[in-house]
């Protein structure tokens, strides 16, 4: 079956320590996501690609980073400067215009 | 900056009866128009889109959209228990692949 899977689904991250969320799609989609959700809030974009080997940075990109070596992925990684990571990380893809398929999430805890 | 506005609610309405849950957006030349559905502490899933001035039905749902008024509804016939959510309305434009999300509307289902 196609889809987005996120790994891990929980994750835990001490202080000052980097950590890296995968996102692997097998739906052939060109266009993957990277969103932030808090409690109560709504989606934040960080980084986006349209394209292999090409990515641009969305509205709270500070503290993050992305590749895209793959089309099929597409991991995200929270650096030591995100001085706020706690929260539930959604993952999604598209082809142009029709509507995203999100992943599982991933919810990231800072201990 | 664009925005898509939603009532947070919650919004409560009896089963069996009509929800009908809003959506206002602020770029004139948005172009396309979604419905997400999520579950607490799931990742959202698409349930309807709609490109054109009007009315799309799919089943107990309808979306609803006027491009004039810069309006998006959905309609939830027959409310079921199963339908309390919270519903995310989520625009984007035609080349334009990032989809803008409101904050949701929390909809309650009374038995």
């Known amino acids: 079956d196609g889809g987005i899977t996120q790994s891990p689904k929980y994750l835990f991250r001490k202080e000052g320590q980097n950590v890296t969320l995968s996102c692997e799609q097998n739906?052939?989609?060109?266009?993957m996501y990277w969103y932030r959700q808090d409690p109560g809030q709504g989606l934040r974009l960080i980084y986006y690609s349209q394209i292999v080997n090409d990515f641009q940075k969305g509205d709270i990109a500070e503290g993050y980073s992305v590749s895209r070596e793959k089309k099929e992925s597409f991991p995200l990684t929270v650096t030591s400067a995100q001085k706020n990571p706690t929260a539930f990380y959604l993952c999604a893809s598209s082809w142009t215009g029709v509507g995203y398929t999100f992943g599982s999430g991933t919810r990231l805890t800072v201990v | 900056q664009k925005e898509v506005e939603q009532n947070s609610g919650p919004l409560s309405v009896p089963e069996g009866a009509i929800a009908s849950l809003n959506c206002t957006y602020s770029?004139?030349?948005?172009?396309?128009f979604f419905w997400y559905r999520q579950y607490s502490g799931k990742s959202p899933e698409l349930i309807m889109f709609?490109?054109?001035?009007g009315d799309k039905e799919d089943g107990r749902f309808t979306a609803q959209l006027n491009k004039a008024s810069q309006y998006v509804s959905l309609l939830i016939r027959d409310s079921q228990p199963s339908d309390s959510a919270t519903y995310l309305c989520a625009v984007g434009g035609v080349r334009d692949d990032k989809i803008i999300f409101g904050k949701g509307t929390r909809l309650h289902i009374l038995p």
């Open positions: 770029d004139r030349g948005s172009q396309s």
């Open positions: 709609i490109y054109s001035n």
């Open positions: 739906l052939n989609h060109d266009a």
